[in-house]
């Protein structure tokens, strides 16, 4: 069965501090990765995918995320985190094969960064 | 640029009422389109999925339906609601096969 995981509910953070939002995934293949970001009461935004080639990605608002896979990871990451980048992450799947319309989703965690 | 709308925004309802939730998107053509339920502020359920006119899959049997009269609508509906229909309902686009979706606000749905 495919699944994607996010162990952690929720995670809290010094603002200032470095941030990473764990993700792993059981998808056959390589799959493409995503992590999407949720404000209250707000639709889901895209954040940042990888595809193919380095294993960092850079994305939208300073964050990046590292692809890993032996470990069939991709935790999401910030050095420095900001009270404004406390939202709910998403982290999605689409596995890589012709036909293949979803994304499956990781139930989400919780960041708080803390002034 | 595309953009894509939900509405209403919020809603409240009766059990056994009707539900009718509508979405567009602008700006594209042939979009893959989806609706999803958030309940509680948490995980995504993928309720309904299209690829074409009149091509609805349904993820989860429930007593929800889907339509999609023109290549840029998608409907949400029911008949009669229940009291665990209520969440947050998003409907979400994409471009064929690159799996980034892009979601509208939102319409959050109480059924009392």
């Known amino acids: 069965a495919q699944s994607v995981a996010q162990p952690e509910d929720q995670v809290n953070v010094a603002e200032g501090n470095p941030l990473t939002v764990k993700c792993t995934y059981s998808v056959s293949g390589n799959p493409y990765l995503f992590w999407y970001v949720q404000y209250p009461n707000r639709g889901l935004q895209f954040l940042l995918k990888y595809i193919t080639g380095d294993n960092l990605v850079k994305g939208s608002y300073g964050f990046e995320a590292e692809f890993n896979k032996s470990q069939t990871s991709f935790h999401l990451k910030k050095p420095s985190a900001l009270v404004s980048d406390s939202a709910l992450y998403f982290c999605?799947?689409?596995?890589?094969?012709?036909?293949?319309?979803?994304?499956?989703f990781g139930t989400g965690t919780r960041l708080t960064v803390i002034p | 640029s595309q953009t894509i709308h939900q509405w209403p925004a919020t809603l409240v309802q009766p059990v056994g009422s009707p539900l009718s939730l509508e979405c567009t998107v602008e700006?594209?053509?042939?979009?893959?389109l989806y609706w999803y339920r958030q309940a509680a502020g948490r995980g995504l359920q993928l309720l309904f999925y299209s690829v074409g006119i009149g091509q609805i899959s349904s993820e989860v049997p429930q007593n929800l339906s889907a339509s999609r009269p023109q290549d840029r609508q998608f409907i949400l509906s029911s008949k009669k609601l229940l009291l665990s229909d209520s969440g947050f309902y998003l409907c979400?686009?994409?471009?064929?096969?690159?799996?980034?979706?892009?979601f509208g606000e939102g319409s959050r749905l109480t059924v009392l």
């Open positions: 700006g594209t053509s042939n979009p893959n």
């Open positions: 999605a799947v689409l596995p890589r094969r012709a036909g293949a319309n979803n994304l499956f």
């Open positions: 979400a686009w994409t471009r064929l096969n690159t799996g980034e979706l892009f």
